[in-house]
């Protein structure tokens, strides 16, 4: 991974590491809240030899009273020390329990010893200090007396007496939030690392070229309102979503610069990645370039495209399939330009095996003979054959990628699934890719606030006339195809 891969990590989870962070610094806050101020009381005793002798003598007990200094830094914690000082106070508490309470220091090569007490009360504090400096001076006198009699060699004297403190030691508010920031950054930005290592969701060209170097044929924009309007007429002429689809349409006429494939199967790896209307979407812009175009609903298991289109579902492919009837009479023409549709029919129990049979690669070569280009909706890679099982009669494969939904297990089981059968795999297309953020792959630099018309009556800039059926939803199927068939039958010869 370099530098723009973890850069887009972080785009992606921006908002968890900065919840974490924040939460961190609320930890932080309400730590320092809730915990009960301690304030901190120091005195400090010097150590000297009580001795007037030579040079010689004062530098040796010099060195004397520094190695004795830690010893006395030891007592400090012991029941000789601390009982006396409970006792001077009145204090209700064992000498172990105040040993907890009191830190004792000396810094090397020095005969200072500094003596801290904390405690909730200031005063108390500064008393408990000047208690305990006190009782050392006592025990050290005692300890350190000839048992043959006399005065201590040892002298220990206050010379910073405690005081009580003006500003409570603990809690340090700013050390807190600045701990909790952190923390909650460190925090955020492991559960970001993490989440993507586990995340094999396709989300963006980077996570494809993981799995694939099939071409990209393009990304297509995801928009608020697609569900609502999924067809290629409804959005702003100029969205980045129609712009997707015409990017698509010159990439796929690219990756067949050949020129010998006239029919591609539209597929995907698991419902609800978008093939569908990522096929009729794509039959219209062919269609509005000029194009004869003939979309064939070949999902005989969850037919979509008559649906979104508003046309008759009940004959069609399936019909002209078993012979009940020709294919120039299933023929459907939609919309202002030279696109006819071809229905699913009726669903067969056998769907695998009318795909599959030489009818359907007849049906197949007797339309590529009429029309410039064929669209196939074919059904899922994964849950059924009949995608691969159809690759083998269509000239190419296009494979649609759900982003945020397809993973990459998923989308290498249906490329293999492919490359086993030899299919023509012409690439790949991302579908509902945003529009903004790491992700994003459309790029739109124009205004589309102007919509295409509504009235169907009115085609604007070359889009198709919109059926009366998927608009207001009253007028009946056969009546949309039937009313935009005069229109279609002057520019199409029959099928043979």
Known sequence: MDLRDYLRILRRNWILVVAMSLAGLAVGGGVSIAAKPTYTAETQLFVAIQSSGSVQELQQGNTFSQARVQSYVKTVATPVVLQPAIDALGLDITPKELSKRVKTSSDLNTVLISIEVSDSSPVQAAAIAQAISSSLVNAVDTLERPKAGGTSPISLSVISPAVAPASPSAPNTKLNLALGFLIGLVAGLGIAALRTLLDTRIKSEVDLRAVTNEPLLGGIAFEADAEKKPLLTQAAFQSPRAESFRQLRTN????????????????????????????????????????????????????????????????????????????????????????????????????????????????????????????????????????????????????VVGAQKTRTQDL?????????????????????????????????????????????????????????ALVNGHDSPQSSASSTAPEHESNRSSVR
């Open 412 to 468: 290498t089981k249906s490329l293999a699934a492919l490359q086993l059968v030899e299919a023509n795999i012409l690439g790949v297309v991302l579908n509902r890719l945003p529009t903004k953020g790491p992700d994003a792959y459309a790029y739109s630099y124009t205004n589309y606030e102007s919509h295409r018309p509504t009235d169907e009556t009115t085609p604007m800039r070359g889009s198709k006339v919109f059926p009366t």
């Open 252 to 399: 796929l006429q690219f990756a067949n610069v050949a020129g010998h494939a006239k029919s591609f199967v539209v597929t995907s790896s698991l419902p609800g990645e978008g093939k569908s209307t990522t096929a009729i979407n794509l039959a219209i812009a062919l269609a509005e370039a000029g194009q004869s175009v003939c979309l064939i609903d070949a999902d005989l298991r969850r037919p979509m495209v008559a649906e979104y289109l508003g046309l008759e579902r009940s004959a069609g492919l399936t019909t002209a399939l078993v012979g009940s009837a020709d294919v120039n009479d299933l023929l459907q023409p939609w919309g202002a330009n030279d696109l006819y549709v071809l229905a699913s029919g009726q669903i067969p129990p056998n769907p695998s095996e009318l795909l599959g049979s030489d009818d359907m690669k007849v049906l197949i070569e007797r339309l590529e003979s009429v029309f410039d280009t064929l669209i196939i909706d074919a059904p899922p890679l994964l849950p059924v054959t009949d995608a691969a099982v159809l690759s083998q009669h269509a000239g190419g494969v296009v494979v």
